[in-house]
């Protein structure tokens, strides 16, 4: 990195891990060392205008004011440095986080349902299809009401705070929320959304780096929101398969969604990892914004 990151470092953010990070690191970057600049320069100049225009050498106001044009200048400058900053980069930078979604070829898409005080995790499975969910079944061992007789629930991968993704893959995160309003927020990936009952929302990322980051809720959604946090653990794409294999033989053998720890236990961290790697279910992400979630 270069120079430019120290107020990045200083202020405790977290090594960037995904494709488009950069990106926000360089805004942030010159966000600051540009607010610190003006900061700087604005104090000195308060300084300045303390000891100029001091009583003592101005004993009487002069209720004309400035008659220079500096100032004018001078603040122009900031407001046209600051549009440029908004319209040239900030805005650009949103709209194709939130309209350039990747191609559905080679995607993998993720439900993620918050609730007090953890983060589940929703896959389709081998078959590639979601399978139907109903708040009436929503249990302790069912967190998200997966339907047991939909065929395509019986394979579905459900997970409670952990999720395995492979690296430089895109991944399509479809939030949503079984209780209040919570936010998905994965420092190291640079994203953040907020997980709202009743809506799907969607956002992605390519996760670059393999290891192990930390899932953390942005909202303050209740009493135990200190501990609402889950792991994202990116996998070599052998590693990811031998994981789905695992979660899919497991879903599989109940017939029903697998069991999860009860809410607010917090699950094991590092799945075990079988050898052999299995087919790549066909995930089929639909074009974002989907329809409103039934949790
Ligand atoms: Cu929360």
Sequence with gaps: MSSLALINEFLGQPPNASEHGYQIDHILEFCHWFMGTLFIGWSLFFIFVLIRFRKGRHPSADHAGVRSGISTHLEFSVVLIEAVLLLGFAIPLWARRVNEFPPTKDTILVHVVGQQFNWNFHLPGPDGQFGRRDVSLVSNSNPLGLDPNDPAAKDDIVTLGELH???????????????????????????????????????????????????????????????????????????????????????????????????????????????????????????????????
């Design 165 to 295: 993704v492979p690296v430089n893959r895109p991944v399509i995160v479809e939030l949503s929320s079984k209780d209040v309003i919570h936010n998905f927020c994965l420092p190291h990936m640079r994203i953040a959304g907020d997980a709202i009952p009743g809506s799907l929302i969607p956002m992605w990322f390519t996760p670059i780096k393999i290891g192990t980051y930390e899932v953390i809720c942005g909202q303050l959604c209740g009493l135990g929101h200190y501990g609402m946090k889950g792991t994202v653990v990116i996998d070599t794409p052998e590693d990811y398969q031998a994981w789905l294999k695992e979660r899919a033989e497991l879903a599989g053998t109940q017939n029903a969604p697998p069991t999860a720890p009860a809410p607010g236990q917090q699950p094991p961290g590092g799945a075990p990892k079988t050898e052999q790697p299995a087919a790549q279910p066909e995930n089929k992400p639909a074009a974002p914004p989907t329809s409103p979630s039934p949790l």
